[in-house]
C-alpha cells in the first residue's frame, strides 16, 4: 500500500495472423524470458541476438523484453523524454541466494556517437554512479537478496563482450 506505483497484470500486444513468436536460433523455445510469449516482430537483429544471448546464460534467472511505447516502463533523465531500455535482466549475484537486475540498451553502428546514442551513455554512466552510492531505504522482499542494479549501453562492434561483462 505504501508503493507509489503498480506492477502491470497485463499486456496488450498487436499481432496479425503473421507474427511468429520467437524461438531460439535453433528453432527450440525460448526459456527464459519474464512473459509467456515473446514475438519475432518486437526485435531488430541486435536485440534479437541480446535476447537469445540472455536466454542461454546460465547466470540469467529470466528477462524481459522492454515495449517501447509510452505505456511501457522508461527511465526518466534530464531531457523531457522518457528512456525505454530494450531488456532487463535478473542475473545470479556474486553472492549464493542474491540477484541483481541489469538494464540493456543496444545500438546498431549506425547510431554510434548521435546525440540521442550519447545522451543514454551519459544517462545509463549517472545511474551506475548512483546505485554504487545507494543506500537502502526500504525493502521489495522478492525471496532473495538483491545487489546493484546495472545499466549498459551494447554496441553492435561489441555487444557480446559488454553483455559477458553484465551478465
Not at 541476438?49 to 547466470?59: I, P
Not at 541466494?97 to 543514454?120: I, M, W
Request: negative net charge; glycine residues 6%.
Amino acid at each position: 500500500p505504501d508503493l507509489d506505483w503498480k506492477l502491470a497484470k497485463t499486456l496488450e500486444v498487436e499481432l496479425t495472423g503473421t507474427d511468429l513468436e520467437l524461438a531460439r536460433k535453433n528453432g527450440s523455445p525460448l526459456e527464459k524470458q519474464l512473459f509467456e510469449k515473446v514475438f519475432d516482430k518486437d526485435f531488430n537483429a541486435l536485440e534479437k541476438n541480446t535476447a537469445w544471448y540472455l536466454d542461454g546464460a546460465e547466470t540469467v534467472y529470466w528477462w524481459h523484453r522492454i515495449a517501447v511505447n509510452q505505456q511501457s516502463y522508461g527511465l526518466q533523465g534530464w531531457q523531457r523524454n522518457r528512456v525505454y531500455p530494450d531488456l532487463l535482466a535478473c542475473v545470479h549475484g556474486t553472492k549464493e541466494g542474491s540477484y541483481r537486475f541489469s538494464v540493456l540498451e543496444t545500438k546498431g553502428e549506425h547510431l554510434k556517437g548521435n546525440d540521442d546514442t550519447e545522451y543514454k551513455k551519459a544517462l545509463f554512466d549517472l545511474l551506475n554512479e548512483y546505485a554504487a552510492q545507494s543506500f537502502e531505504a526500504g525493502k521489495l522482499l522478492l525471496g532473495e537478496e538483491a545487489e546493484q542494479m546495472t545499466f549498459t549501453m551494447l554496441l553492435e562492434e561489441n555487444w557480446e563482450q559488454e553483455i559477458a561483462k553484465v551478465v
